[in-house]
């Protein structure tokens, strides 16, 4: 289970589209940092701050050879917020059908 804090840090980062557009890019593998940053109508130095937003929520990883900056996607974040989400959602599921179960029996009593 994610820590509030490791949820939050992932959350984030998922909250900006270009964040999500190099999460979708590094799902079909291992980037340079460089190639990342060309599809951006950005700086490079624009492109690393989002970069070290999703190193921070350790969605990905980087691995450096010589001058080169590689990064991968690490889905265990991802995966820990469907959990937190899927879970959420059962929990709020099962208490709203018992709230609306019960509001069906005043009803049904009060004719």
Known sequence: MATPHAL??????????TRRAILQRL????AR???LAKPFDMSLNAV???????????????RRVGRDHFLS?????????????AETRTFWAVRLDTLERLLRE???AKK
Do not use: F
């Open 27 to 30: 799902s079909a593998g291992e």
């Open 106 to 108: 005043e009803d049904t």
């Open 48 to 62: 690393s701050k989002h970069i070290r937003v999703l190193e921070r929520a350790r969605l990905v990883e980087r």
């Open 73 to 85: 996607y690490r889905p265990e974040p991802l995966d820990a917020a469907a959990k937190w989400i």
């Open 33 to 35: 940092v460089t190639d």
């Open 8 to 17: 939050d840090r992932t959350l984030t980062a998922l909250a900006d589209p």
